[in-house]
């Protein structure tokens, strides 16, 4: 939009190639990027779904088979199963506590700094080392269940990682304590950058805060949400790490995800093919969720 | 053991010979960088006798690249490496299947010259090491110990505190199980993780269906006999175990062990390398623990192990260090340090350990006496191998998989395996 | 520790324009606000005091007690070891060893992937062409691919261009794989500033570098924060990377780590494991701290806007 004010303004415009030249030229190493690497070996990969590829990428095409192969394991169903629910309520909790979090540090409190410092170093460690620490601390003989019972409680249970129906709640949490403190962060920073004006305005209409932060805080804050949701959506199709260090998958394969499925096939089993063709069903997925944005961002835009 | 100037002198005569060195006709001395997933301190020290030999033995450099999380982490590396056109001197691997693609693509270094300049064929015990190096008629690794699953490891405390006798076989243990219930402690530790739950059921299925069996399944793969008697019995004996090993509660092997080693769990199946773990704890086999090759009915050694591949370089000078690599490790001295550190068997048959302790000594009698297996990562892909994993953990930590339904996927896989 | 210097002293403004100001320190409302924060606190913070104590065990208390008693007896022997003696393959020398190598990946690949991707961020926000969205939403898409699945192309591409086991490669591959989320947030971060600072500048004939120096870099100061924080975890914690597309001699701390975490065979040394835990860490939570004090300066740069 603004482009075409602009160019109006003007009135002597060069050719449409050299027209933004600087920007476009900064932006060579983006198109690179997005055209060679994240097109390019997403079609290799795609390509590849389609052959026998074993121990090396070989293009020996199979036709669909190793798709038939992927949809009737089990440990994928269990997989895709898996992280619709972490998928879920990863996205609903840390978006909830992130902004719950990040909206008690807009209060202008004391110990900010700590407080945020707090939330935010668990981000700081790796996910093989929140698993391991996790895995402790849910240890049903020395962690937490041990000191509740300690205190008197002696029938109070908690272990979620030896049952099986539970045990993506219990990366869940670990999960959570990860990766809540970024997204606190980002929420942070589009708080802080809320005019002032709007706060004042609120409170002279005698608007409840609540009511100001659902209403007139979170629509501006779209962009930050959105870069908020990205990243955690991206995290969650990708956690792999934390799996293998909390449960290693399970008890049996009652904690598998996806990203995991890929990795094993691909470098365990050796057999790329059935990598490829599940990592490209995770692809096709992406797409589905997005499509509903990318919709929103042009199908929106072009009417008006 | 050390090694005086004598010795060293005549190792390198016997060993490396002017073979080598004439190949190129120069001694130039080079850099190699070795990948290897042996990070532990037993491991580590074991490595560090092929670090030293070479370094001692040659002119040439080992520089150390270890990288802990077994063949997981380690080959998407070595593959990687290999592919950006790149790759180390040498990098450890499983021997067996894994790597005929990359011979295929002619990446790997041939080291047949150097087998038949040592003599290979003549030493190496059991030749199947070999032949798992073997590519079209030539040699592309070199195996260096000799790892086998067919054991079960009994814990003396926790027999005792139960008030029973330590189980001689898999039917005595099974009896005592409950005795070893009723004073509060696991029958059978199990690991959560995949490779241990399958490796358990391939011990159990020696041991119950027989050699004849597991060889028509495995090496065969015939999925009638996966999906008969025989192996039904295989199927109703682990359902049985399962029940045993329920409350183990652990996700590493050394932690299961650790159950056996403090008493709070009867038995554990698990390979040699559990061994390490009773050694360090400061237990005596025989005293504080029991081993059973082949679970006390068939003693069997299964020959699987590690070995290392030469990745193909483009400089001369370092194919030549290569190969005098290549010839160090499978030499006596070498094969003899190693494994006592390593706390595997030695690939050679004309060395001597004396320093083995009661286990490893049993293990060398049964490898004497031929009783050996193949190793799943000979005879299986690592596809196959897999699957069968994801199935066995399945089937192991849920009740909601029948023997009759865990057997028939069992024999899909096998039906389906190359 | 305080941040008054750099907000507005509570007393001196009971009229200020900051609306949510809390005008009793002690009423009811201020203690649920303290108490939530609380407790949340207590959530983060209890797994690093099981860190921290762990550390300083012994391995036989490790065997015995439970992961919240306090060490009975304390040791830095688990900091020693982790720092200078853990073994990695036959190296004995602990983290130390790739400490530096790790400096020398992250700084580059920070500067230069942050540097890009505000590039990108600015012009997908302020200089849009045509085409731009289309490249920005495949960068959005390439952001969920697992990245195990491009370790084989990425390492054909790089063969090609002769960077494979340089440092340059590296930071060309950690450039890449930030790119998609740093560019969407410095994207969305800039195309939240108004609208008639960039064109007033532009009337002053400020061209695409002068903008970007001149008026976006200086209020983008939050927004860099968080990339900074983002990028030097993901990459100071970066493993997989480190190790494939270099070589022993600039393998990352992280390598060192890893062997010392996840060695398969073996005690695992749990104290040792936390204590080296630790030590990485450190330097992406000193960063955290030190950008803490940024972060209050963004306050002011927010004003300005306005």
């Known amino acids: ?18 027209r933004h030249l600087n920007a476009k030229i900064a932006s060579v190493p983006m198109i690179l990027t997005a055209v060679v690497v994240f097109v390019g070996c997403s079609v290799w990969t795609i390509v590849h779904s389609f052959t026998k590829s074993r121990m090396l990428p070989k293009l020996e095409f199979v036709g669909f088979k190793q798709y038939d192969r992927l949809w009737s394991t089990k440990r994928w169903l269990v997989s895709v199963d898996n992280l619709l629910i972490y998928g879920i309520c990863s996205l609903i909790f840390t978006l909830v506590i992130g902004f719950i979090l990040a909206a008690l540090l807009d209060r202008k409190i004391r110990f900010e700094n700590t407080f945020r410092t707090i939330f935010l170093y668990p981000f700081a460690l790796s996910f093989i080392v929140t698993g391991l620490v996790w895995q402790w601390i849910l240890n049903p003989d020395f962690g937490l269940q041990s000191l509740v019972r300690e205190t008197g409680w002696s029938s109070f249970t908690f272990d979620p990682l030896n049952n099986p129906d539970i045990v993506i709640y219990g990366i869940l949490i670990a999960g959570l304590w990860q990766g809540t403190g970024l997204i606190m962060c980002i929420l942070l920073a589009g708080l802080r950058g809320i005019d002032e004006d709007i706060w004042k305005a609120t409170r002279i209409d005698g608007i409840p805060i609540w009511k100001t932060y659902l209403f007139v805080i979170i629509p501006m804050m779209k962009p930050v949400f959105i870069t908020a949701l990205v990243l955690i959506a991206a995290g969650i199709v990708k956690v792999y790490d934390l799996v293998v260090a909390q449960t290693s998958g399970g008890p049996g394969l009652a904690s598998e995800v996806p990203a995991k499925y890929v990795y094993d096939k691909m470098f365990l089993a050796q057999n790329l093919g059935q990598g490829f063709a599940a990592s490209t069903m995770m692809l096709v997925m992406v797409f589905i969720i997005l499509i509903p944005y990318l919709y929103l961002q042009y199908g929106g835009k072009r009417h008006d | 053991m050390k090694i005086t100037k004598n010795t060293l002198a005549t190792l390198r005569n016997t060993c490396l010979g002017l073979s080598f060195a004439a190949l190129t006709g120069s001694a130039q001395a080079v850099d190699l960088e070795v990948t290897h997933w042996w990070t532990s301190g037993g ?23 270890a990288i802990a999380g077994s063949g997981g982490t380690a080959r998407p590396i070595m593959i990687s490496r290999i592919l950006g056109g790149d790759p180390m001197a040498a990098t450890q691997f499983n021997h067996g299947r894994q790597t005929e693609e990359l011979i295929d693509a002619g990446l790997m270094l041939d080291l047949t010259d150097v087998a038949e300049a040592e003599g290979w064929k003549d030493v190496v015990n059991p030749t199947s090491l070999l032949d798992s190096c073997t590519y079209d008629g030539k040699i592309y690794c070199v195996p260096v110990n000799i790892h086998s699953w067919q054991w079960i490891w009994l814990s003396h405390q926790a027999y005792k505190d139960a008030g029973v006798d330590v189980p001689s076989n898999w039917d005595e243990f099974v009896a005592a199980a409950p005795a070893l219930q009723k004073a509060g402690k696991v029958p059978l530790a199990l690991g959560g993780q995949s490779w241990q739950s399958s490796g358990a059921f391939g011990v159990l299925a020696i041991a119950i269906a027989g050699m004849d069996a597991w060889s028509a399944v495995n090496v065969d793969k015939s999925a009638e006999t996966a999906a008969g008697p025989e192996y039904k019995k295989v199927f109703e004996a682990a359902v049985a175990a399962r029940e045993l090993a329920k409350g183990s509660n652990v996700q590493d092997w050394n932690q299961a062990t650790n159950l056996v080693i403090t008493g709070k769990a009867g038995g554990q199946i698990m390979g040699d390398w559990a061994q390490g773990e009773f050694q360090v704890a400061g237990q005596v086999a025989g005293e504080d623990y029991t081993c059973l090759p082949g679970l006390g009915v068939n003693e069997v050694i299964s020959t699987g192990g590690d070995a290392f591949y030469f990745p193909k370089l483009k400089d001369p000078a370092m194919e030549s260090a290569q190969k005098e690599l290549a010839a160090l490790m499978m030499s006596k001295e ?24 009661d286990c490893m000594k049993k293990g060398l009698e049964i490898l004497a006496g031929g009783n050996i297996l193949p190793d799943v990562n000979q005879v299986f892909s690592s596809d196959t191998a897999d699957q069968i994993n994801d199935l066995m953990v399945e089937f192991w930590a849920s009740d909601d998989v029948s023997a009759e339904d865990a057997q028939n996927r069992y024999a899909e896989i096998i039906a389906d395996a190359d | 520790m305080t941040d008054a210097s750099a907000t507005t002293p509570l007393d001196l403004n009971a009229n200020a324009p900051r609306g949510q100001k809390p005008k009793k320190r002690f009423a009811p409302r201020n203690i649920m606000l303290y108490a939530t924060l609380f407790v949340f606190a207590v959530y983060y913070a209890l797994p690093l005091y099981v860190m921290i104590v762990t550390s300083l065990k012994g391995m036989p208390e490790i065997r015995l007690g439970n992961v919240f008693g306090p060490p009975l007896e304390v040791t830095f022997q688990p900091w020693v070891k982790a720092w200078s003696e853990a073994c990695t393959g036959i190296n004995c020398d602990g983290l130390s060893r790739g400490f530096w190598n790790s400096v020398q990946i992250l700084i580059p690949s920070v500067v230069i992937s942050i540097a890009v991707a505000s590039v990108n961020g600015y012009a997908l926000s302020n200089w849009r062409f045509k085409g731009s969205e289309i490249f920005y939403n495949i960068l959005i898409i390439g952001a969920f691919i697992p990245y195990q699945v491009m370790l084989y192309p990425i390492a054909i591409i790089l063969r090609e261009l002769n960077l494979f086991g340089t440092l340059g490669g590296l930071v060309m591959v950690h450039t890449i794989f930030g790119m998609p989320i740093l560019t969407l947030l410095f994207r969305n971060y800039f195309a939240s500033v108004p609208e008639e600072l960039f064109k007033a500048a532009r009337v002053d004939g400020a061209g695409f570098w002068g903008i970007y120096f001149r008026i976006m870099l200086p209020m983008s100061l939050p927004i860099f924060v968080v990339a900074i924080i983002l990028q030097v975890t993901g990459i100071w914690n970066d493993f997989l ?3 494939i597309y270099t070589k022993p001699d600039i393998y990352p701390m992280t390598v060192q780590l890893n062997n010392i975490v996840n060695s398969v065979q073996g005690v695992k040394e749990y104290n040792v494991n936390m204590a080296a835990t630790l030590i990485t860490g450190l330097v992406p939570l000193v960063i955290y701290f030190a950008s803490g004090k940024l972060f209050v300066r963004g306050i002011a740069a927010g004003a300005v806007k306005g």
């Open chain 1, 1 to 18: 939009m603004d482009d075409k004010t602009l160019n109006s303004q003007k009135n002597k415009r060069p050719t449409r190639l050299t």
């Open chain 2, 334 to 357: 070498v094969q003899v340090n190693f494994n006592l550190k390593k706390g595997s068997l030695p690939v050679r048959g004309d060395v001597n350990l004396e320093a083995a302790n």
């Open chain 2, 43 to 65: 491991e580590a020290a074991a490595v560090a006798e092929f670090a030293k030999a070479l370094n001692e033995n040659t002119e040439h450099n080992w520089i150390d690249g």
């Open chain 3, 241 to 243: 990377f480190g190790v």
